[in-house]
């Protein structure tokens, strides 16, 4: 280390690890993991969305699953909440569909409406 | 990246409620379940509810579990980790409501926190330096190398209001203006992690919480003295925090953040770690010197003070490990910022370890000005058993007791001494109606008794002669002539003391005089102890009315002291008599008790 430019570079790298354990008010995605989510697929998915998160260093995102929503033939099923936007819920997702999500919607900013429950 | 973390305590006290052996079944559980990608386990220090442990927290949600056993893990793993849904049944029941979980900071226990100095403890992984970079670690050492000249450092220490947390409540910025004004071609700063008094745990669980936060206030603490060396005296009982500093300095040796020309300076400094073996007396500045250079750890009389002769004859700064853990933050956050918590004399927060007739045992850090009251009720959750609180113990062996009609002075330095007790190092023992205040003063003074050097007379011969009018006491041969010579003895001994250690020990006794010396005449005059603790002066009785006869008790007896008739009530013979209290606890009817 020889430099502050060096601390902020470890820094930096650390950061969106340690970001999980605070509470913040960034983006999160529910995963449902219920029997049916599980049975549908669900855990690829999620595991899509944690590595495409992880490749984009994006530190202020969290993903967590919930039980069954009640809507088991739509599963894998999935809700984006973005700080200060309606709720978004995805269905029948899979790990592809994951990867889009996560750079159309949760980067950019545009809903992908064609995967969404409205379309179903 | 991993999408969940699971934070288990590995600091001492949830070690030895066996939190090893969950943080493996953990890792087991994990893998078996394919999950060992996506959730990292990670062993942190204190949480500070150590009544509760062993404890562990997943992460994004917050999710915390308490009293977590081996068993419970698959179920943590199978419902929580795989499927999201939460093992309620095993959240510390606080924060639980309705409609899902509440978040630690709005739990009684650490609502009134303030977290400063224990900021990274249970929330960082200690045995990783990037997590505590992170955290904006070694970011006040960059910053006082790059930006700031010595003597800004040592201003801005100084205008905090930081005062020494080792239990003399020194003002540190202006032991470090002593150290930097003394004159010497060689200089060391020293961190005293002795931790001495019974009972105390704060700076163990700050040095195996977040070493890297006492390493980096040394570095900056030997940058503004003008020390390119520095050591650290930890008790070797402490293996937990002595492994994890070991890792730490290596750690920041890779990075740089130790050595030569740190940050690209011509700043070098280096840190060794020195065991003591667990003497009280080495917690005493002097002879923890002593110590560290390689002698018999005796005290010597000041001054010379360590600032201009300390470590082999030359000036050296010592500090406690809770001074040093809030160096960091008064530089990053500035000594505005840290001299607004607080009251006018006693700036910043402080460390207590709760111990004792307490709910919530464990470690806890208040603004000072909170009140014992708060710290007790509210923090602490009051006292187990619905019983009454009687006195809370600061200062451990050099302390005194604060009474219940006490309890709503506010905890600094100077309303302390005030009322006679002392804020120490922060050991809080907290004593309710069962106790006996005779017996309590007996305990500290049979510690100091222990844990005199022997070096000079007073402390010596003197805190053995007290230990002995206590136990004429006890045992129920005092007279009041020797209330009036415990009280003479204490304050010779006081003054006259070669170091802290003698000059200290008489205030257990002195403060239990003041407060409960109705309790001191009891024992003299009409022979029996309030609390019904000290043996000599309880007699076990049994109640004739509720005694059926059954004899049960008359066998349990091991000295054939109890007789009767079947059917009839038992006596119990009270010469024969070893009040060891085997009969009541065998009673079925509750017709035995203790007077
Ligand atoms: C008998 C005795 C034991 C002590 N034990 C400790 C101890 O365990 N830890 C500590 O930091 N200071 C202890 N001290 C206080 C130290 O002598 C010294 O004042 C302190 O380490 C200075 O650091 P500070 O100014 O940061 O508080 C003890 C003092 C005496 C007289």
């Not at chain 2, 179920?75 to 606080?94: A, D, N, S, W």
């Not at chain 2, 970011?139 to 003597?151: D, H, I, N, P, S």
């Not at chain 2, 940050?263 to 005493?284: I, K, N, Q």
């Not at chain 2, 002769?309 to 840290?338: C, D």
């Amino acid at each position: 280390m020889k430099s502050l430019a060096d601390l902020e570079a470890i820094r930096q790298r650390a950061a969106t690890d340690v970001n999980i354990r605070r509470e913040h008010d960034g983006t999160r995605i529910v995963v449902g993991m219920a029997t049916c989510g599980i049975a549908a697929g669900a855990r690829p998915v999620m595991t899509a969305f944690v590595e495409e998160i992880g490749k984009r260093n994006l530190s202020d995102v969290s993903v967590v699953q919930t039980g069954c929503i009640g809507m088991c033939r739509l599963e894998p099923i999935v809700e984006v909440m973005r700080p200060g936007e309606e709720k978004v819920t995805y269905v029948k997702m899979t790990p592809e569909k994951a990867r889009r999500v996560v750079s159309e919607h949760i980067v950019n900013g545009n809903i992908v409406a064609e995967y969404t429950i409205g379309n179903a | 990246m991993y999408r969940g973390h699971v934070l288990c305590c590995g600091g001492t006290g949830c070690t030895s409620s066996g939190s090893e052996a969950i943080i493996n079944e953990m890792e087991a559980q994990l893998k078996a379940n394919g999950l060992e990608n996506e959730i990292k386990v990670i062993k942190t220090g204190c949480f500070g509810l150590c009544a509760l442990g062993p404890i562990m927290v997943v992460y994004p949600e917050g999710a915390f579990y308490s009293r977590v056993k081996v068993e419970d893990v698959k179920e943590i793993v199978e419902e929580h980790l795989l499927k999201g849904r939460i093992v309620t049944r095993l959240l510390y029941q606080e924060t639980v409501e309705d409609d899902g979980i509440k978040s630690l900071n709005e739990v009684d226990f650490y609502k009134k926190q303030h977290r400063v100095a224990l900021r990274n403890c249970g929330v960082i992984d200690p045995e990783n330096i990037d997590e505590y970079i992170e955290a904006d670690g070694y970011k006040a050492l960059g910053k006082v190398l790059t930006e700031m000249t010595r003597e800004e450092v040592i201003d801005e220490v100084t205008k905090s209001g930081l005062r020494g947390r080792g239990g003399g409540g020194f003002p540190t910025g202006l032991k470090w203006k002593f150290a930097y004004n003394a004159k010497g071609d060689k200089k060391f700063v020293a961190c005293n992690a002795d931790e001495g008094d019974p009972g105390a745990f704060m700076d163990r669980s700050i040095l195996e919480g977040d070493p890297h936060s006492v390493i980096e206030a040394m570095a900056i603490a030997a940058y503004a003295v003008g020390a390119d060396q520095g050591y650290i005296y930890i008790r070797a009982e402490y293996p937990i925090a002595v492994k994890r500093l070991e890792i730490a300095i290596g750690q920041a040796r890779a990075y740089g953040l130790l050595g030569k020309n740190i940050f690209g300076t011509d700043f070098s400094f280096d840190l060794e770690l020195r065991l003591g073996a667990g003497a009280f007396v080495c917690g005493e500045e002097t002879a923890l010197m002593t110590s560290i250079e390689g002698k018999r750890g005796e005290p010597r009389p000041r001054p010379p003070f360590p600032a201009n002769q300390g470590l082999w004859a030359k000036p050296t700064l010592l500090n406690n490990v809770e001074t040093y853990a809030n160096i960091t933050q008064i530089i990053n956050n500035g000594a505005e910022w840290f001299s607004s918590i607080g009251t006018e004399k006693s700036k910043g927060t402080k460390v207590f370890a709760l111990g004792g007739k307490i709910n919530n045992t464990g470690l806890v850090e208040i603004p000072m000005g909170t009140t014992l009251r708060e710290i007790i009720e509210e923090i602490g959750g009051g006292i187990p058993d619905g019983k009454k609180f009687k006195a809370a113990q600061t200062g451990g062996p050099s302390g005194g007791c604060i009474p219940a009609a006490l309890m709503d002075t506010p905890i600094d330095y100077d309303s302390l001494i005030q009322i006679g007790s002392m804020m120490g190092s922060g050991g809080l023992i907290v004593m309710d109606e069962d106790n006996c205040m005779v017996d309590i003063a007996k305990f500290f003074l049979e510690f100091t008794v222990d844990e005199s050097c022997g070096k000079c007379a007073p402390c010596r011969i003197g805190t053995k002669r007290l230990l002995e009018i206590l136990t004429k006491i006890t045992d129920g041969k005092g007279t009041m002539e020797d209330i009036d010579r415990l009280e003479e003895l204490a304050y010779t001994i006081k003054n006259s003391s070669l170091c802290g250690l003698g000059q200290t020990a008489p205030n257990p006794v002195l403060s239990t005089l003041r407060y409960f010396r109705d309790e001191y005449i009891a024992h003299v005059k009409d022979k029996t102890c309030p609390a019904g603790v000290c043996k000599a002066l309880s007699r076990y009785v049994i109640n004739r009315e509720k005694c059926k006869g059954c004899s049960l008790c008359s066998r349990q007896c091991p000295v054939g002291a109890i007789s009767g008739k079947i059917k009839e009530p038992f006596v119990i013979d009270s010469d024969k008599c070893i009040k060891c209290g085997a009969c009541m606890e065998a009673c079925k009817f509750g017709a035995i008790y203790k007077k």
